[in-house]
């Protein structure tokens, strides 16, 4: 059965330190990873993994894939209150295209 | 707003109840997806619709009985559910195998008394 394990489950940190996400995976056809953060309700989508070693930025959020360890990380630079939320992975598979396997999801609580 | 529009926001029902949940977007996304989201748990895909026509049904039990009219509009229809059922019921759309992942809607939060 596929699955989608991220660690840690949560995490509290203060403003201004740096956090480092995981998630791995276990799929057949892996098609792309995914990244999502969830604040109150709606997911919002931050990035979108298809090859491995190359790395996503978007401001002080970056993001890579490692395809041979089958996991991808989430770093988030000099943190603020505002990145508190749940930080989501999702993995799909190619045979299932339109199909998101989702992780528990890791809660980060930034301190001021 | 995501462009993904669900309502109601929040929904207490009772077991008996016969309810219904509803999405929309006009944002040209063809496929369409409920997830359920409860507490400490992963977000599990419900059903998939693709062109209107439902290409997944994730072994959800028969009081949820999901619709889809047209691409823009989804809809979860919902009778004698039970409290387990209490959870976030989140729709999401996506452009057929996109390169954009889903948008999501903010969510319809059930309570099941």
């Known amino acids: 059965e596929d699955k989608v394990v991220q660690s840690p489950l949560s995490l509290v940190v203060h403003e201004g330190d740096t956090v480092t996400l995981n998630c791995s995976y276990e799929?057949?056809?892996?098609?792309?990873l995914l990244w999502y953060k969830q604040e109150k309700k709606a997911p919002t989508f931050l990035f979108m993994l298809?090859?491995?070693?190359i790395e996503k930025k978007s401001g002080r959020l970056s993001s890579i894939l490692d395809k041979k360890e089958l996991s991808s990380i989430l770093n988030i630079t000099a943190t603020q209150t505002g990145d508190s939320a749940i930080y989501l992975c999702?993995?799909?598979?190619?045979?299932?295209?339109?199909?998101?396997?989702f992780g528990a999801g890791t809660i980060l609580r930034v301190k001021s | 707003e995501t462009g993904v529009t669900q309502t109601p926001r929040h929904l207490v029902m009772g077991m008996t109840n016969k309810k219904s949940l509803k999405c929309e977007q006009h944002?040209?996304?063809?496929?369409m997806y409920w997830y359920k989201q409860s507490a400490k748990k992963p977000l599990e895909l419900m059903f998939v619709?693709?062109?209107?026509?439902?290409?997944e049904n994730n072994s959800v039990p028969s009081r949820f009985s999901p619709e889809c009219p047209n691409s823009s509009h989804l809809f979860l229809h919902l009778h004698t559910l039970q409290p387990e059922d209490s959870a976030l019921y989140l729709c999401?759309?996506?452009?057929?195998?996109?390169?954009?992942?889903?948008?999501f809607g903010s969510g319809t939060r059930l309570t099941v008394v």
């Open positions: 799929v057949t056809n892996f098609r792309s």
């Open positions: 298809t090859s491995s070693g």
């Open positions: 944002l040209g996304h063809n496929a």
């Open positions: 999702a993995v799909e598979e190619v045979e299932y295209g339109n199909k998101l396997v």
């Open positions: 999401a759309s996506r452009v057929d195998r996109g390169t954009y992942g889903y948008t």
């Open positions: 619709y693709n062109f209107k026509e439902q290409t």
